[in-house]
């Protein structure tokens, strides 16, 4: 599986982006699909989830209600929209895929990763 992720760039605190990312390499409808981030320093951490088939997604409480996370079949595109950023959101963000419909938080159940976007948002 090849994962693209493209979105990221500078914000004000308070503004929006869109993260997307790209997959292919195989069919999708039993995986599941995730956003990570990581700030300087800091491990990487869950942020949010969503299951290719049926589309039901999990939130990281730090994002809960201000980050959505959605997928488009056609185009076998991830989304993250993030809004309300707070300057503790800068992080490099990932996303990645794991091949088992279970959803999980921790980073080493997802084989395979992109290449990671940076988000900065300035207070």
């Known amino acids: 599986v090849q994962l693209q992720a493209s979105g990221g760039g500078l914000v004000q605190a308070g503004g929006s982006l869109r993260l997307s990312c790209a997959a292919s390499?195989?069919?999708?409808?039993?995986?599941?699909m995730g956003w990570f981030r990581q700030a300087p320093g800091k491990e990487r951490e869950f942020v949010a989830a969503?299951?290719?088939?049926?589309?039901?997604?999990v939130y990281a409480d730090s994002v809960k209600g201000r980050f959505a996370i959605s997928r488009d079949n056609a185009k076998n595109t991830v989304y993250l929209q993030m809004n309300g950023l707070k300057p503790e959101d800068t992080a490099v963000y990932y996303c990645?895929?794991?091949?088992?419909?279970?959803?999980?938080?921790?980073?080493?159940?997802?084989?395979?990763w992109g290449q990671g976007t940076l988000v900065t948002v300035s207070s």
């Open positions: 969503i299951r290719w088939s049926g589309g039901s997604t």
């Open positions: 990645a895929a794991r091949s088992v419909t279970l959803v999980i938080r921790a980073p080493g159940g997802y084989e395979d």
């Open positions: 390499g195989r069919t999708f409808s039993s995986y599941v």
